[in-house]
């Protein structure tokens, strides 16, 4: 394996360049003032949504495991004799429907055997793909946080788990042992193992991830896509000998590739008969450190204080949309007949400063506000787009901080609230009618999802100017909505809020009950709210067909 530098590996992991617009003076900034925009909302649904698109990422990876998850000695009120308790009370806020461990690059260094049975028992050993870049990201692995305590805390939050095999330094055989020490019954030879270890029930985990990104030279034993197919097709053999019901995933493209749809086309013609689900990875940001310093240090000096970056960020989500159109395009036209796959997104997020973000992380009210528009994206390709986990849940480009300095939520965490608490199941078709940013992909000011539930609307409204408020016509078409709606918003005066330690809940969820003044004429439902500057609000109201 050839030795991997700090800054060639970051370049290799799927940061892409929004815009080559960057300059090193902050934009001047406007003068505030009101914008108008109209919504228009259809009754009949789209698709559903699947609640799997909430799903989480744990890896052994800086704070992310190992002084975040697990910090086990820190006290003795711990669960699981290792995680803290207001952590588990964050992690439990976010509803997550998913969770994917052991990673990420991680995955493909490591044997799950080292991870189970009594801790003081258990390996120490090299954390093979993160100590190329440092022991701050890739700290010794003592294994004490492993299969059994993932898979308890995933019962303890009520997520479904998702387990990624190791390809690159592993084998079938090991993976098939793995679906049986988690799914196989008690008689079983690994299925005996789960139970002397305090679980006599199996686990029944249902997605497995075959490697992870293993078409990249970045990762440990890479493959090309013709070699990946014919392990797809063994491991796939070997895993589902153990358990014929489980969901397999194989590794696609992790960000922007011109050869997209041939490296694609490989895999779903040559293996497509043995996975269920393409994996794809897309981390946006604005810059390119490893390929401009220069660029990097200006970013860097105006990250908070400049409202053309505020844009940028913004912007990234034109990025992410059409790579997840060209995946989706490639799902239509390269699988199997009869057997359609589906899309997991399972690593996306935004990802600024490479090495230390990695480590440990925050993200501002900017931040949290591009994740609802990368929600509401989501919604938009549910029919394909079924599986979805943000990188990463805790620490390291982590929803949630947490260290022996305390635990709090960041912006995106409290975004992942609004949406799993409110969304309903089905998305109803909008339209909207008004401003675009100022910037040149000419996204719209308003970003607006409508989703619906039974005789409940919940309109997820997204202001993404940064010093306008937003009026906002809204027409309910063949619906007659409630007058009074749930509203719930995030929003704080400065846009570049962060959560800390110093002040945990600078940024928190506001929720009251608001009156609409709502029009009616048998056909349509009307009414107008008003929307603050650089927010996310939404709206629950009864909603019933006219």
């Not at 030279?217 to 153990?242: C, D, F, I, S």
């Not at 394909?384 to 965490?413: D, K």
């Not at 709502?518 to 009864?542: I, K, M, N, W, Y």
């Amino acid at each position: 394996m050839h030795q991997i530098k700090r800054r060639s590996f970051l370049a290799a992991t799927g940061a892409v360049l929004i815009s080559p617009r960057l300059t090193a003076q902050p934009a001047e900034a406007s003068q505030p003032g009101s914008l108008g925009a109209s919504v228009t909302i259809e009754r009949e649904p789209l698709h559903a949504l699947p609640r799997t698109q909430y799903g989480h990422f744990l890896e052994h990876l800086g704070r992310c495991i190992k002084g975040g998850v697990w910090a086990e000695g820190e006290s003795e009120d711990m669960f699981l004799g290792g995680i803290r308790r207001e952590l588990l009370a964050e992690m439990r806020a976010v509803k997550p429907a998913l969770i994917r461990y052991p990673g990420g690059c991680f995955a493909d260094g490591y044997h799950w055997r080292d991870g189970i049975g009594p801790r003081s028992q258990r390996p120490l050993r090299k954390n093979l793909a993160w100590s190329r870049l440092g022991q701050k990201l890739g700290p010794e692995e003592d294994n004490h946080f492993g299969t059994d305590e993932f898979l308890r805390l995933c019962e303890e939050l009520g997520a479904e788990p998702q387990l990624t095999a190791n390809v690159g330094s592993g084998t079938a055989a090991e993976a098939a042992a793995w679906v049986e020490y988690t799914n196989g019954p008690k008689d079983s030879k690994w299925g005996s193992e789960r139970v002397k270890n305090g679980h006599p029930e199996p686990y029944q985990v249902k997605y497995w991830f075959i490697g992870n990104e293993i078409l990249g030279w970045h990762e440990l034993g890479w493959q090309k896509p013709v070699q990946y197919v014919e392990t797809l097709k063994r491991y796939a053999q070997a895993m589902r000998r153990v358990d014929p019901g489980i969901k397999l995933l194989a590794s696609g493209t992790f960000g922007p590739n011109p050869n997209h749809a041939e490296i694609h086309q490989t895999l779903l013609q040559g293996a497509g008969d043995h996975f269920d689900y393409l994996s794809v990875h897309l981390y946006a940001t604005e810059w390119v450190a490893p390929r401009n310093l220069w660029r990097y240090q200006i970013l860097n000096r105006q990250r908070r204080p400049s409202r053309g970056l505020y844009y940028e960020i913004m912007a990234a989500l034109s990025v992410q949309q059409q790579y997840l159109e060209d995946c989706i395009s490639d799902l239509r036209q390269f699988s199997p007949a009869g057997k359609p796959i589906k899309l997991s997104f399972d690593e996306w997020n935004l990802w600024y400063r490479g090495y230390s973000d990695l480590y440990q992380s925050n993200f501002n009210l900017r931040d949290g506000l591009w994740v609802a528009s990368a929600l509401n994206l989501h919604h938009r390709y549910a029919q394909e787009l079924e599986l979805a986990n943000i990188s990463q849940m805790v620490n390291c480009l982590g929803l949630i901080v947490s260290t022996n300095q305390g635990t709090f939520p960041t912006a995106s965490a409290l975004v992942f609230r609004i949406y799993t608490e409110n969304v309903g199941d089905e998305l109803l078709p909008s339209q909207v009618d008004g401003p675009a940013l100022p910037h040149p992909t000419g996204l719209p000011v308003l970003d607006v999802s409508a989703t619906r539930q039974g005789d409940t609307l919940a309109l997820f409204l997204v202001n993404r100017h940064l010093d306008a408020e937003v009026s906002s016509r809204c027409t309910c078409q063949g619906l007659q909505v409630g007058t009074v709606a749930k509203r719930v918003e995030l929003h704080h005066p400065d846009a570049f809020k962060y959560n800390t330690y110093a002040d945990p809940r600078a940024l928190r969820i506001s929720e009251r009950s608001e009156t609409l003044k709502v029009e009616s004429d048998g056909a349509a439902s009307r009414f107008s709210v008003q929307l603050p500057a650089h927010s996310l609000t939404c709206l629950v109201l009864e909603a019933k067909n006219l």
